[in-house]
């Protein structure tokens, strides 16, 4: 019987303080979980947004080639003979057998091919295709808010 009336009389002093805590404005304190990031799904949407977007910007571009245009921003306007850019490059293979040492040859072959490379980049044109301001948005903000998500799954540290 003792242990009945303590244990009533402990339960009446928590409700004492539960109302004693309710009255001063302070409700129960009550547990809500965090919720839980998922890295690898953050990740992996983050990647497909970011490639997503960089794929639609690329497919916007028409790309033209017209050789011998890296004269022409000289003020010449006679186009370069493709077959022009090629000769280093040979004489560089021809050193290559002919010498013992393939210091030179390597060198003439690096300056070749060298060469044929400037002239790939420069004869190179982009131009967009007609797209409005909200493609673009859409385009560029698929590409912030993947790399956002890349970064924050990469870079985030673990709890």
């Known amino acids: 019987m003792d242990i009945d009336k303590e244990m009533k009389k402990m339960e009446e002093e928590v409700k004492a303080e ?3 805590k309710n009255a001063k404005g302070k409700a129960d304190a009550v ?15 983050g ?9 639609w910007v690329l497919n916007s571009f028409v790309v033209s080639f ?3 245009s890296i004269w022409s921003s000289f003020g010449i306007n006679t186009a370069l003979a493709t077959g022009l850019m090629l000769i280093p490059l040979l004489v560089g293979i021809g050193l290559a057998f002919f ?6 040859p390597g060198i003439v072959i690096a300056l070749g091919l060298l060469i044929i490379f400037i002239t790939l980049l420069t004869s190179v044109r ?11 948005v859409v385009m560029f903000g698929m590409i912030a ?15």
């Not at 990647?47 to 794929?55: D, E, Q, R, S």
């Not at 010498?99 to 030179?104: A, D, P, R, W």
């Not at 808010?145 to 709890?159: Q, V």
């Open 126 to 136: 982009f131009r967009p295709l007609s797209a409005s301001l909200w493609q673009y």
């Open 31 to 45: 547990y809500i979980p965090k919720k839980k990031s998922n890295p690898l799904l953050e990740f992996v949407i």
């Open 99 to 104: 010498m013992e040492k393939k210091t030179l």
């Open 18 to 20: 539960k109302n004693k």
């Open 145 to 159: 808010a993947g790399a956002g998500l890349l970064a924050k799954s990469l870079f985030k540290k673990s709890e």
């Open 66 to 68: 017209s050789w011998g």
């Open 47 to 55: 990647f497909l947004l970011t490639g997503g977007g960089i794929y």
